[in-house]
């Protein structure tokens, strides 16, 4: 009787310990994204005015205006590109191959190698490929073709798993009504799956905003006065002008470097809100 | 009454299994016909190959022949066309994750039938034929997943209905359903067969007793018994299927 009190009472003290360490955690992790998120939001903020977002770019405004519209670009250009190929490829994958057929492990070994290469070595890739051997120069079209490849690996697994995790029962419930294979992969298929699809374009998103490296050596530095569009001209994103302000040494170029990351802050906030409503909105349409 | 379905000589390997074994029966135009037997003897197997749904499958081979109105389904036919005229409803409802409405047009959308009014004739022709239409009919644009098992279940025989077809395929269509649901989708059965040739795979020999008129009984992939279903529980005339239909096994 006693031995089964005490083990009980380990058991508590067992089961508090681990409660408040879940805990701990948990706040640790809140925690450090809220400091994070306040420390940049706090001072950049505060500098961020109007001239900043809309105006002129010259040494005194250091305006983001056109990197934002720059980053835009990019990111639109990039999905443009590689969201069809990566849903159709995830299409291939999950509905068409023969399970263990040489063009799945190839195109798998090419998408796991794409996803593990690091940014630095897209851009010398880019450099070397779109700038210099297919002559695009330093300019957003390079930016956007470098960005493209590097974003395709997380659409078409994204993609892939979305496919799969649709219910087989589905697809024989529409082939059993006589439609086609292609037919039920359109109608039946990838509306199902548009929520898991959408949540790999977020992500891509998120590694575009945030690319550096490779963008540095495709896309280039240089910002130009007033946004534009001309995508055979060298311009930086946001995330690049962050950092070139940041190396500035400029009397404000720090203050406005945070106001920089500010306002990257609040995009990656809005695409991805309005991104997981307008999954929702598909799901429940469903 | 005339051979819908005429199945001759058929074979079907999983791989190196075999799972069905000579199989000869004709399935009657505007009769219900049932398929009985212990879990793994082929019934829905057998089923699945009258219009075509073990296509799907890697490493299915089939030989003999299938005949549907004279024509071999495994010859010409092509398999979206047959699968037009013989429509199916699976064991576990599924509707798609699309409002009621969406359910039922979605086959003759399918089809090419894009006038409004024609697809809502349609819609409520077949809700009506499932005997649904009064319970639904206020709330089409819902979603389809949100309504009962059994109300799922006949939504899907209306989507197979939606397209017209001549033959209907269930494949123990009850199993997941309540007895009063069950008794709905029976009535329905042999409310509609004046219009449909009707093959149901069962497990429930009572089911089978109610509605059907032909009950073929399978064992190990071989069709053991075939006949009027009321000969075949009252005075079986193989051992094997005494022995099932009295319960010693199965």
């Known amino acids: 009787m006693d031995r089964r009190l005490n083990n009980l009472k380990q058991r508590k003290v067992k089961s508090i310990l681990l409660k408040s360490f879940v805990w701990l955690c948990g706040i640790l992790t809140v925690g450090v994204l809220i400091y994070i998120l306040l420390f940049i939001l706090l001072r950049g903020i505060p500098k961020i005015n109007l001239v ?20 835009i670009q990019m990111i639109f250009l990039s999905l443009i590109i590689s969201v069809p190929i990566g849903v159709f490829c995830a299409i291939y994958l999950a509905e068409y191959a023969k399970r263990g057929s040489i063009a799945v492990k190839i195109i798998r070994l090419a998408t796991d190698t794409l996803a593990g290469i690091p940014s ?100 280039g530095t240089n910002v130009m006065k007033n946004p534009s569009l001309d995508l ?55 | 009454m005339t051979d819908k379905i005429k199945i001759e000589n058929v074979n079907l390997y999983y791989g190196e299994f075999q799972a069905l074994k000579n199989i000869n ?31 799907l499958i890697e490493g299915v081979k089939i030989t003999g022949r299938i005949l549907l109105d004279d024509a071999d389904i495994y010859g010409d036919m092509d398999a979206t066309v047959l699968r037009r005229r013989v429509g199916m409803v699976f064991q576990k409802p599924n509707p798609f994750p699309m409002s009621i409405y969406e359910n039922v047009a979605y086959g003759p959308k399918t089809h090419g039938v894009k006038s409004k009014a024609k697809l809502d004739e349609i819609v409520e022709k077949s809700l009506r034929s499932a005997a649904m239409w009064d319970e639904v009919k206020d709330r089409l644009k819902k979603n389809a997943l949100s309504i009962s098992g059994g109300q799922q279940q006949r939504l899907c025989i209306a989507r197979a209905f939606s397209v017209n077809p001549e033959v209907i395929l269930l494949d123990e269509p009850t199993s997941a359903l309540d007895p009063i ?70």
């Open chain 1, 120 to 219: 630095i070595v897209y851009g010398l890739f880019g450099m070397i490929f779109f700038v210099n051997i297919l002559g695009f120069r330093a300019s957003v079209l390079s930016g956007v073709c470098t960005i493209s490849i590097m974003i395709l690996p997380v659409i078409i697994s994204s993609s892939e798993e979305a496919v799969k995790s649709v219910p087989d029962t589905y697809r024989e419930g529409s082939l059993g009504l006589g439609a086609t294979r292609i037919h039920t992969v359109f109608r039946i298929v990838l509306p199902t799956a548009m929520p898991g699809i959408l949540s790999g374009v977020i992500l891509a998103i998120g590694r575009i905003v945030g690319e550096t490296a490779a963008l540095i050596f495709t896309s």
């Open chain 1, 232 to 286: 055979l001209s060298s311009q930086r994103t946001l995330a690049i002008h962050m950092y070139m302000l940041a190396g500035e040494g400029l009397p404000h170029s720090k203050d406005m470097a945070f106001a920089t990351g500010a306002i990257l802050i609040l995009i990656v906030f809005t695409v991805n809100y309005t991104t997981t409503k307008l999954a929702g909105r598909i799901g429940r349409i469903q």
């Open chain 2, 25 to 55: 029966m004709n399935v009657k135009e505007n009769e219900i016909t049932a398929f009985i037997g212990p879990s793994g003897c082929g019934k829905s197997t057998l089923l699945k190959s009258l219009n075509r749904m073990n296509d």
């Open chain 2, 181 to 250: 649901s069950t008794m709905k989708i029976e009535d329905l059965l042999t409310e509609i067969k004046k219009d449909y040739t009707i093959v149901i795979v069962t497990h429930n020999m009572q089911q089978a007793t109610r509605i059907s008129d032909k009950t073929a009984f399978f064992l190990h992939g071989e069709a053991i018994e075939f006949d009027e279903t009321e000969k075949l529980f009252s005075m079986p005339k193989n051992k094997k299927t005494e022995d099932y239909i009295t319960g010693r096994f199965g």
């Open chain 1, 52 to 71: 900043f977002l809309f105006g002129e770019y010259n040494s005194e405004t250091l305006s983001a205006f056109s990197s934002i519209v720059a980053t």
